[in-house]
C-alpha cells in the first residue's frame, strides 16, 4: 500500500515537473495546427481532394486534441479526474473522425471525383513539414500523460495523412488514378482508428482506478 502511494507520489512530481514546458510546448504546437488546418481545407475543397480534406478534419481534431491536452494540463493537479475524462473524449474523436472518412471514402470510391493533384501535392507537402515540425517538438513532452499520448498519436497519423495524400496525388497526376485518394483515406483511417481504440481503452482504465 505504501509503495503504491509513494509511486503515485512519484508520478504527481514527475508531472509537476514537467507541466510548465508542456504548457508551452502544446500552445505552440496548437497555434501551428491550426493555422494549418484551415490552408489544408480550403486547398482540399478548392481541389477535389479528400486526402487533403480528410487531413484537414484530422488537423481540426489535432486541434482540439492539443487544446484538449493544454485543457488537461491547467486542471490535472487540482482534478486529476477531469483530465482523465479529456483523454477519453480525445480517444473517442480519434474513433469519429476515422468514422467519417471511411464512410467519404466508401462513396468517393462509388462515385470518383476528378481532383486537381499538383495544387493538392504542394499544399500536403506543406502540410508534411508542418507535420514533422510538431512531431519534433511534441518529442520533449511528457508521454506518461495520456492527453499529451493521446495529441502525440494525432500529430503522427496526421503526418502519416500528408504522406498518403502526397502519393495520392502523384498516383492521380502520374496515372490518372482517382481511385487512389479514397483508397488511401480508407487505409489511413483505420490506423486512427486503432489509435483512437488504444487511448479510449487505456484512459477508461485510468478512470476507473
Do not use: C
Not at 35 to 43: A, D, T
Not at 139 to 166: C, K
Not at 177 to 198: E, K, T, V, Y
Amino acid at each position: 500500500m505504501s509503495h503504491s502511494h509513494s509511486h503515485a507520489a512519484h508520478n504527481h512530481h514527475h508531472d509537476h515537473h514537467h507541466i510548465p514546458q508542456d504548457k508551452r510546448m502544446l500552445l505552440i504546437s496548437f497555434s501551428i495546427i491550426a493555422g494549418f488546418m484551415l490552408v489544408e481545407f480550403v486547398g482540399g475543397y478548392w481541389f477535389n481532394s479528400l486526402a487533403l480534406m480528410a487531413d484537414a478534419g484530422h488537423m481540426a481534431n489535432d486541434a482540439l486534441s492539443l487544446g484538449l491536452a493544454l485543457l488537461a494540463l491547467w486542471v490535472s493537479v487540482q482534478r486529476p479526474k477531469v483530465s482523465q475524462i479529456l483523454a477519453v473524449v480525445n480517444g473517442v474523436s480519434l474513433l469519429l473522425i476515422a468514422g467519417y472518412i471511411i464512410w467519404e471514402a466508401i462513396a468517393r470510391l462509388q462515385n470518383p471525383i476528378k481532383m486537381l493533384p499538383l495544387p493538392m501535392m504542394v499544399v500536403a507537402a506543406i502540410g508534411l513539414i508542418v507535420n514533422i515540425v510538431v512531431a519534433r517538438l511534441m518529442l520533449n513532452a511528457d508521454h506518461n500523460n495520456l492527453n499529451i499520448r493521446a495529441a502525440y498519436l494525432h500529430v503522427l497519423a496526421d503526418l502519416f495523412g500528408s504522406i498518403v495524400a502526397i502519393l495520392s496525388g502523384l498516383g492521380a497526376y502520374l496515372f490518372d488514378w482517382q481511385w487512389i485518394d479514397p483508397l488511401a483515406s480508407l487505409l489511413l483511417s483505420l490506423i486512427i482508428l486503432r489509435s483512437g481504440w488504444q487511448i479510449t481503452q487505456a484512459a477508461i482504465v485510468a478512470l476507473k482506478r
